[in-house]
């Protein structure tokens, strides 16, 4: 295919008309030129297409062995990546590496020579060192978020994985801030500089509605509980400073009956994915987290954005709000203080927003409910598979009524009417799925946390 062929591919595949001017920008230099790249965008704003449709360009199908390699600094990024180049090109052939899961299926998937290779840089620093991984073929690397992936101390594993790479291989960085000093084992050739971060078309600021919510208790838990009563029942992520905050806010809202789901660094990997997928799908409408929600996550349309902890610095405070209002949307963001506590001096035209508690009228549950499956991609799990066993076995199940079905390596998630949810595992649990025995359960966010 021609790369003009790609990009029409990919359009018809995410239902878009067009390229942002960032991603054309990307695009052009890419075909013009032979220099290493440089993206600043702010988190959510496309990135990942530009980058993807790069690595399509740099395919060439007759060779037999790995030719473009995307760095990303989590787990979940990894995932994300990995689903938006098979959407827009399902023939390519593309491994994913991280951690939380086994690597002898990844070795499997590696052996098999994909085109192309998404990993964090642990598990490819493992893969490097094993022998798995020959980083001399890689003609193509991405550097995505590489701002986030130095603030969690991956360095180490960034000058490892660069030091085996040939040295005329092109790079991408992509960053959501401007980064004053790139690490010199990056080795950068040239590189052109693509900065977007103030681009009309992508910031949000003018399309946030900011909101001071004084505290009249200390650690502001009835407020916040107060202010989800308050406003519309829409998706809602509450941001805290700390992992231990976070989850105190979460226990708390949870023993009011608030359904709410939860999402820490800490948790296993199966929790931060049932969480991310039960916000996603309409499970629940709460999200509960610390900053690594505020970037690198593919999280659905967010209304409302509620500082429980006020951010620590200008950057987070963006960050943050770049999980509302996106593209042409608009959102609300609340900053609950004490009332001693002054606004930092980067938050403008914020207006005092006095509450009233009406948890008799908002109680932000849903009529969705998740169903857990005990079986995934390496059973050789489809959605239409999953789909046709639930629309085949269960007759008080209409088609149309089947919502988002997230694929993992040994499970899957789909979400379903609420008020039918036991009827439905009761009539489909008789029967095999792709000639399988499967276990179904409704899915339940639960405070398992990863051994150190």
């Not at 990894?78 to 590496?97: A, E, F, N, R, Y």
């Not at 590189?191 to 004084?214: C, F």
Request: hydrophobic letters at 40%; a neutral charge; aromatic letters at 6%.
């Amino acid at each position: 295919m021609t790369n003009t062929e790609i990009i029409e591919q990919a359009k018809r595949a995410l239902g878009i008309t067009q390229l942002i001017s960032m991603q054309s920008e990307v695009l052009e230099h890419w075909s013009r030129s032979d220099s290493d790249m440089i993206v600043y965008s702010p988190t959510g704003t496309g990135k990942t297409l530009a980058f993807a449709l790069t690595a399509l360009f740099n395919l060439d199908a007759s060779l037999p062995s790995p030719q473009v390699v995307i760095i990303a600094p989590s787990r979940e990024l990894v995932i994300q990546i990995h689903g938006v180049i098979k959407k827009i090109s399902p023939l390519t052939t593309i491994s994913s590496c991280y951690g939380g899961h086994k690597s002898v299926d990844e070795k499997r998937s590696l052996t098999s020579h994909p085109n192309i290779v998404v990993s964090t840089p642990g598990r490819l620093v493992d893969h490097i060192n094993a022998g798995i991984i020959d980083m001399a073929s890689i003609t193509y690397l991405v550097l995505d978020e590489m701002d986030k992936a130095l603030e969690l101390g991956f360095s180490d594993e960034m000058r490892d994985i660069l030091s085996h790479c040939q040295v005329n291989a092109r790079k991408l960085l992509t960053s959501a801030t401007v980064m004053l000093e790139i690490p010199k084992y990056v080795n950068l050739n040239n590189a052109h500089i693509i900065n977007h971060l103030s681009s009309q078309e992508l910031t949000n600021e003018d399309r946030i509605d900011l909101w001071q919510i004084k505290s009249h208790d200390e650690n502001k838990l009835e407020t916040l509980l107060h202010l989800l009563h308050f406003i519309t029942d829409e998706r809602t992520i509450v941001f805290a400073n700390t992992r231990e905050s976070a989850q105190q806010a979460y226990e708390y809202l949870t023993k009011k009956k608030m359904r709410a789901a939860l999402y820490l660094g800490t948790l296993e990997q199966i929790e931060r994915e049932k969480a991310l997928a039960m916000f996603n799908n309409g499970t629940v409408m709460v999200l509960v987290a610390t900053d690594l929600a505020a970037r690198g996550l593919d999280i659905a349309e967010v209304k409302h954005i509620i500082h429980y902890e006020m951010p620590l610095t200008q950057e987070i405070f963006t960050h943050r709000n770049g999980r509302t209002a996106r593209v042409e949307a608009t959102g609300e963001a609340y900053l609950i203080t004490t009332q001693d506590n002054s606004l930092p001096s980067y938050v403008t035209n914020c207006k005092e927003l006095i509450i009233e508690d009406k948890s008799a009228s908002n109680t932000k549950n849903t009529s969705i409910t998740t169903i857990h499956i005990s079986a995934g991609k390496r059973e050789k799990l489809s959605r239409g598979d999953i789909a046709g066993f639930l629309a085949r076995n269960a007759p008080m199940l209409n088609a149309s009524d089947i919502g988002t079905i997230n694929i993992y390596d040994h499970y899957s998630l789909v979400a379903v009417p609420a008020n039918i949810v036991n009827e439905i595992i009761q009539s489909v649990s008789p029967f095999k799925l792709k000639k399988q025995k499967v276990k179904l359960s409704i899915a339940k966010p639960q405070l398992r946390f990863a051994r150190k």
